[in-house]
């Protein structure tokens, strides 16, 4: 099938000729047809498919189709919720490179940035309005933004959305709709929650799913390296220098921990920077630009550039620690593997993450394979700790009134984790079948 059969104008075709497409992927084929029909629809796909082209090219033949001649400003006739500042950057992308044959104009607003070179553009009136929720009634407030004349409402990555407490804004964007408009929800999973949200919002919605929930793309290698927490750092330096790896995404819990592990790798000779929310929005988008570029070698994200990244050709993603929400490790991988490429996952995990780890391959219904790296194994004598609030948690001191414990014992505990097999009979990583196989055994 190609896009021609697909009922898109020739202005689309020509746009979507030019950045080289020819075929359309499962999701384009089944939601175009349907979003040009005027249903309402919930897509869901891997990450990495195709969604955004599956909702922004019938949306623009939409809004051409059903144009009219208006006096004074124009009015935002389709809106583009999405969860993050770098997704509403890389929607508006989209919309302006498939309609830069359309006489539509376009916005993105969101946080981070001042809200007044914002306010001027949709001030001028535009056709397509691609925003974060916060910011979005930011300018709502300021009349600034007139949504009462919404025909078209896509919410992109609305799981997300929750997941990152969006649903009070997202209720009062919807407020401010009109009853009557086509409502389309893209996410490349869907929760109970998402359901519930789509059966107070959505008419008799078509239901499209190309792929399984909370599966992960097959062109995706993944594997898990067992390593003590302490050298974690370590092995990551060593896995980028020995395999000469030029662009790598790495994934922390915290922002904390991506700021440290950016100055670390830095220290070791290897060109990184970190991305996270606490980051202005200038600065996140420099760091993206290096990274796409070449400039600097590893970005370091948390949670918050799981969704919103779509980087050509990226190679390498790698947890350098496990999520603490099992369907996180699904969105992270997914920045790899994209658009029919081949890519490589790796997860750096500790003693502490095995339950995350049991989590994930239950989610993703796999085991994951796992390949301990010469000289890295982990010590079998070390205990797990409790993770909250995304750090493993430090053992407590003890008090001073308490005896100290006997140096005799702890002696011995040492001794036995380093012994040379390194694979006691009691150690956690013994819990979970072969997990000790090592990089000779696999080859």
């Known amino acids: 099938m190609s896009f021609d059969s697909l009922g898109l104008n020739a202005e689309l075709l020509r746009a979507v000729s030019e950045k080289g497409y020819s075929k359309p992927t499962p999701i384009q084929q089944q939601a175009i047809p349907l979003v040009l029909e005027g249903r309402d629809l919930m897509g869901g796909a891997q990450t990495g498919t195709g969604k955004t082209a599956g909702f922004t090219l019938p949306l623009l033949q939409r809004l051409m189709d059903s144009d009219k ?51 001027q553009k949709l001030i001028r009136g535009v056709d397509i309005l691609v925003a974060t929720p916060g910011r979005l009634l930011d300018h709502v407030g300021q009349r600034s933004a007139d949504l009462s004349n919404i ?60 792929a ?6 097959e062109r ?20 980028i220098g020995s395999q000469n790896w030029k662009q790598v995404l790495v994934f922390t819990r915290t922002k904390h921990g ?3 592990l950016s100055e670390q790798l830095g220290k070791d000779g290897i060109t990184a920077a970190a991305i996270h929310g606490n980051k ?33 050709q990226l190679p390498h993603v790698v947890n350098f620690e496990l999520p603490n929400v099992a369907e996180d490790y699904v969105h992270r991988i997914g920045r ?76 011995r505990n040492r001794n036995a984790g380093n012994q040379k097999d390194g694979n006691r009979a009691d150690s956690p990583w013994n819990n979970n079948g072969d997990r000790q196989r090592s990089r000779r055994d696999a080859a």
Do not use: W
């Open 336 to 411: 790899t593997g994209r658009a029919g490429n081949e890519g490589e996952a790796m997860s750096l995990v500790c003693v502490d993450e095995l339950k995350l780890l049991k989590d994930i391959e239950r989610l993703i219904k796999r085991e994951i394979t796992s390949d301990i790296i010469d000289g890295f194994a982990p010590d079998p004598s070390i205990k797990a700790q409790p993770i909250k609030n995304g750090r493993s948690a430090q053992p407590q001191r003890k008090k001073k009134n308490k005896k100290p414990a006997r140096p005799g014992k702890y002696a």
């Open 212 to 217: 399984q929930r909370n599966t992960t793309a």
């Open 220 to 239: 995706v290698t993944q594997v898990i390296h067992p390593v003590d927490k302490s050298r974690k750092r370590e092995l990551l330096s060593f896995l």
């Open 69 to 119: 001649p208006r006096k004074g400003r124009r009015p935002i006739r389709a809106l583009v919720l999405t969860p993050t500042r770098e997704l509403a950057a890389q929607v508006h992308e989209s919309v302006q490179m498939y309609g830069r044959y359309l006489p539509l104009k376009s916005a993105v607003v969101f946080g981070g940035v001042s809200i007044n070179p914002q306010k």
């Open 151 to 210: 025909d078209i409402l896509v919410l992109d990555e609305a799981d997300r959305m929750l997941d990152m407490g969006f649903i009070h804004d997202i209720r009062k964007v919807l407020a401010l709709l009109p009853k009557q408009k086509q409502t389309l929800l893209f996410s490349a999973t869907f929760s109970d929650d998402i359901k519930k949200l789509a059966n107070g919002l959505m008419h008799s919605p078509a239901l499209i799913e190309v």
């Open 258 to 260: 991506a700021n440290r």
């Open 280 to 312: 202005s929005q200038g600065a996140r988008t420099r760091a993206l630009a290096e990274f796409k570029s070449g400039k600097i070698r590893v970005l370091v994200a948390t949670d918050i550039a799981a969704r919103g990244l779509d980087i050509d």
